[in-house]
């Protein structure tokens, strides 16, 4: 038994990578946060895989079904918003997978940079303007951003800004 972690991508269906949808299609017990991932994804799921909304759940329940899972043999996709290579909380799951000797792999999604990137149909780096792209996010609840890590100091570097996570701090973005 393995769990996959794959990368749900910026939330259109159509855009989860083919490894991402072949994985959904093939594991009977997939893991996802209904408040986070498109319901849409999971229509690469076979008919008859146990579904399970992780949202409302602690980390412990999720590690409990994890086990439950690796005693029955059953493979699991665990399918998270967006890419797994940056906010993904994917870290403190793959210790608790560690810790019980499960097997895990880490398959990427679709940036959502580089899904806004598309639909705005424009380029994040030109040559002799901007070569460098900074992926940031602001201050927020759960998470304090470490000092010296500012939109403000991004901003003056020239480079290329992708903040993520904050719409809900759009006008302060903007004042800074």
């Given amino acids: 038994m393995t769990v996959h972690f794959i990368g749900a991508g910026p939330g259109a269906a159509d855009l989860i990578t083919l490894r991402g949808a072949r994985l959904l299609a093939s594991c009977p017990v997939c893991l996802h946060a209904g408040s986070i991932v498109a319901p849409e994804l999971l229509e690469h799921c076979a008919p008859g895989t146990k579904l399970i909304d992780t949202a409302p759940m602690s980390l412990d329940e999720i590690e409990a079904e994890y086990i439950a899972?690796?005693?029955?043999?059953?493979?699991?996709?665990?399918?998270?918003?967006?890419?797994?290579?940056?906010?993904?909380?994917?870290?403190?799951?793959?210790?608790?997978?560690?810790?019980?000797?499960?097997?895990?792999?880490?398959?990427?999604g679709v940036p959502s940079f580089a899904a806004a990137a598309a639909a705005l149909r424009r380029e994040l780096t030109i040559p002799e303007l901007a070569q460098s792209l900074v992926l940031t996010r602001v201050s927020g609840r759960a998470s304090k951003m470490p000092p010296g890590e500012t939109l403000a100091g991004f901003g003056r570097s020239g480079a290329t800004l992708a903040i993520h996570l904050a719409i809900h701090a759009i006008d302060r973005i903007v004042a800074d």
Avoid at 69 to 74: D, F, I, N, R, V
Avoid at 76 to 81: D, E, G, I, K, T
């Fill in 69 to 108: 899972a690796h005693k029955a043999g059953q493979d699991v996709a665990r399918l998270h918003s967006g890419d797994l290579s940056v906010w993904s909380a994917v870290a403190e799951q793959i210790r608790r997978l560690e810790k019980h000797g499960i097997p895990y792999t880490l398959t990427p």
